[in-house]
């Protein structure tokens, strides 16, 4: 059952606990932008969960070097790929190569992680921020986003149906998106679109066996979250750990936290026993949602 919000989105309103149904040994898992950072502590552990995943990099190379150094750590299946996500051929040659490996693998996709992003160069006015870096990541953050979602979803769905599963797409979201970072002004906003995307999944896909969340990994000490002088007051023990985000992103990707489909969650605030419990006192239909009147 569904209840019809304003401006048409239907949220499903069954808040009840959910189930751990996915099967990781019979799944593929693509991470994009999963050869390094917060994208690579995701790669692992999936691979360490019995997912066969699949890393994404700019260039093949990048791809398949990580790929192997994740299997030499995991003893799991992995394997590289190149691919822009703002790129639609280049997005298009990767949904087929992610057929030819579910036909010689057995498995089906049904994990579909959003991770690549970027970052303004500098942070400050919007007015003096480099006009490349402002389009380099409205492409990446946005139309990337859009674009994977328009090429995988069908795959996502019909192997829902296939299965008896949902499939679940998990978008690295952040509290620029749903608070704001009046620093990174188009970062922020990039976020807070994701937000729209979502509740376009949630409203044609849910009935379909298509689930997606808004996961922020909080702040986790990286390459990029170290050169952002908006950190530099943050020292050991003030940084959210990859551990933290890994545990929260396979919970949403085997099931448990259905209810929190079309929603926002935040690993280091929120974790799957706290959001099992949030659960079970009744979410309301705007709770970790980005709607306002």
Known sequence: MTEKLPYGTNLPTDSAPGEATAVPAESIAVITGGARGIGRYLSEAFANAGYHVVVTATSASKAEAAAAEIVDA??????????RADDIDSVSALRIAVAALESESGRRLQVLVNNAG???????PLWEADPESIKG???ANVLGVALMVNAFAPVLITNAEVTGRPSRIIDLNSGSGAQGTPAYAVYSASKASLFRIADSVVHFGHELGL???????GVVETEMTKSMPVHDFRGEGDWTTPS????????LA??????????????????EESLIAEVGAGLEKSARRLVLG
Do not use: K, W
């Not at 933290?244 to 919970?251: E, F, I, P, S």
């Open 254 to 271: 085997s099931g448990s936290l259905d209810a929190f489909t079309g929603r926002y969650v935040r690993a280091g605030a929120d974790d």
């Open 74 to 83: 995991t003893g799991g299946a992995v394997t590289g790929l190149e691919m």
């Open 211 to 217: 689930r997606i969340f808004e996961m922020a990994p």
């Open 244 to 251: 933290q985000v890994t545990d929260l992103a396979l919970a």
């Open 118 to 124: 970027r970052i303004e160069s500098t942070e400050g």
């Open 137 to 139: 990541v409205v492409d």
